[in-house]
């Protein structure tokens, strides 16, 4: 599973030894950092408990050791606009 942006992810010891105290952290971005194969650097936000952002950071992490909680919302369909109606310019009578 290759994060999304407003995913909201368990990050535990299994996803990188510095989280021997687990967090949850809703995913901004991947980075396209260089790293190890599985490895991913990600950019987003520490939640406490009520699910409000505490703490903005950039961790790296095992992907396969992630868990998702709560994945973005599905993106909306983009719609499609219909031309517009042509202006219609009344003329001006100059005296």
């Known amino acids: 599973m290759l994060p999304r942006s407003g995913d909201v992810l368990h990050v535990t010891r299994a996803a990188s030894v510095q989280f ?3 967090i949850m ?3 901004i971005r991947v980075l396209d950092w260089p790293t190890y194969d599985g490895w ?3 950019d987003g936000y520490e939640l406490n408990a009520a699910g409000d952002a505490v703490n903005r950071r950039s961790i790296f992490v095992l992907q396969d050791g992630l868990r998702q909680v ?3 919302p599905v ?3 983009h719609t499609v606009r219909t031309a517009r109606r042509p202006v219609v310019r009344t003329p001006v009578r100059v005296s």
């Open 20 to 22: 021997f105290r687990p």
């Open 25 to 27: 952290f809703r995913v």
């Open 40 to 42: 991913l650097w990600l």
């Open 70 to 72: 709560q994945a973005a």
């Open 75 to 77: 993106p909306r369909q």
